[in-house]
């Protein structure tokens, strides 16, 4: 009764959050992976690093102390397509924080390149 108050008046929400670093399942000695063949590393599988955290899911405290690891399935199908449309909206203007100065564009001039740093 008191998870379904906290997660109608909060929703879900994290504390402090997770860290999430993706390494490879199977160990073969150059890759940074976490298990051995022999330990039961999978090259179809990844391993996920989560972090340390604390979050409020549903309600319910979920709160971990050290770094767990979770093996989560490679994706191994794919798909061609050719020729598809793929909508893309920028709208019409740009935000730009910081400006320096402007690109010499022009190719008309010798002892200037186009796009030189300054």
């Known amino acids: ?12 929400y994290t504390v ?27 090259a179809t599988k990844l391993a996920l690093v989560c972090g340390a ?10 709160e971990k ?10 994706a191994r199908t794919t798909k061609s397509v050719n020729n598809d449309f793929i909508p893309f909206n920028m709208g019409n203007f740009a935000n730009v924080t910081n400006i320096h100065g402007s690109p010499d564009i022009t190719l008309v001039s010798t002892t ?6 300054f």
Request: no cysteine.
């Open 16 to 42: 402090k959050s997770f860290q999430l670093t993706p390494r490879e399942h199977l160990d073969s000695g150059t890759n940074n992976g976490v298990y051995t063949s022999s330990a039961g590393g999978d």
């Open 65 to 74: 102390i050290s770094p767990h690891l979770l093996s989560i399935n490679k």
């Open 53 to 62: 955290g604390k979050a409020f899911i549903k309600g319910h405290e979920i």
């Open 112 to 117: 200037q390149d186009p796009f030189k740093k």
């Open 1 to 12: 009764m008191l998870a379904r108050r906290t997660y109608e008046e909060s929703g879900n």
